[in-house]
């Protein structure tokens, strides 16, 4: 616990089928622009498939433009170190040591350039994996190697380029069953106040797991984890709607109480 190495953020399954593992980073730029970059072994829809490399970038403007743009390439033309995270996908990478970070992407008529230096310590939830079925056999796996840090970014939109510094984010995940089939809905968010950073997600596993709940939660001053055990948390909710496309529940506000002895983060 707490005791992270390089080597959790290199390639941890086989690329191939029914298994899917992503690296994401995401940017809240001081331009206003949101900008997030996912290097894949495939599209989570799609998890039976062999190795189908895919880079996403999804990209918000202030103006209110948004983007999601896919490049898609040959299984020949990934490349991933089980050392530490240095993943190839044709010509662009995505590399880094736990602490600094540089991202070279490109989907269709958007590309980004991202350096990303670590302010908050590497962080995962004990083990990182939360494991289902009757003897363990299927895993959702997530770390979040930089939970926060600082930011420096070009972006793209076809000729028209931009650059900004910011905060930055990165995590990484992976899984041998699809996402869906282990998973009825979850809310995750990250964040900084003051001297504080979190991230915090809830997740509620899928019917046939008795929609057993998750909290996970990561509050850090300084840099430095101060809290971090899930079974302190109290989970809630206040309003809430429907999502037409999903027909899973959005709250209005969702809050995160953490007790330990005479200490409360809410």
Request: hydrophobic share 35%; aromatic share 14%.
């Amino acid at each position: 616990r707490r005791h992270i190495q390089q080597w959790e953020d290199g390639l941890r399954l086989d690329p191939g089928a029914p298994n899917i593992e992503w690296w994401y980073f995401d940017c809240l730029l001081d331009d206003g622009a949101n900008l997030a970059v996912v290097f894949c072994t495939k599209d989570a829809s799609r998890p039976h498939q062999p190795l189908e490399p895919v880079i996403e970038i999804d990209l918000d403007l202030p103006d209110g433009r948004r983007f999601m743009k896919y490049g898609r390439f040959k299984a020949a033309e990934f490349e991933a170190s089980k050392d530490g995270c240095d993943v190839r996908i044709g010509k662009y990478r995505c590399a880094g040591d736990l602490h600094d970070y540089t991202i070279t992407a490109a989907a269709e008529d958007l590309s980004a350039e991202v350096r990303l230096e670590a302010m908050t310590e590497p962080w995962r939830p004990e083990t990182g994996h939360m494991v289902f079925g009757p003897e363990g056999q299927t895993i959702f796996a997530w770390t979040p190697f930089v939970p926060m840090g600082n930011v420096k970014a070009t972006y793209r939109i076809g000729s028209e380029v931009h650059e900004a510094a910011g905060t930055g984010y990165h995590d990484h995940n992976w899984m041998n069953k699809g996402f869906s089939h282990l998973v009825d809905h979850w809310y995750w968010g990250r964040g900084q106040v003051g001297p504080y950073s979190f991230v915090t997600a809830y997740i509620t596993a899928a019917k046939q797991y008795g929609y057993t709940t998750f909290p996970l939660y990561m509050l850090a001053r300084d840099g430095k984890v101060i809290a971090d055990d899930g079974t302190k948390v109290a989970f809630s909710r206040s309003g809430s709607q429907i999502d037409e496309h999903t027909g899973k529940p959005i709250p209005d506000a969702i809050c995160f109480d953490y007790r330990d002895g005479d200490s409360r983060y809410v």
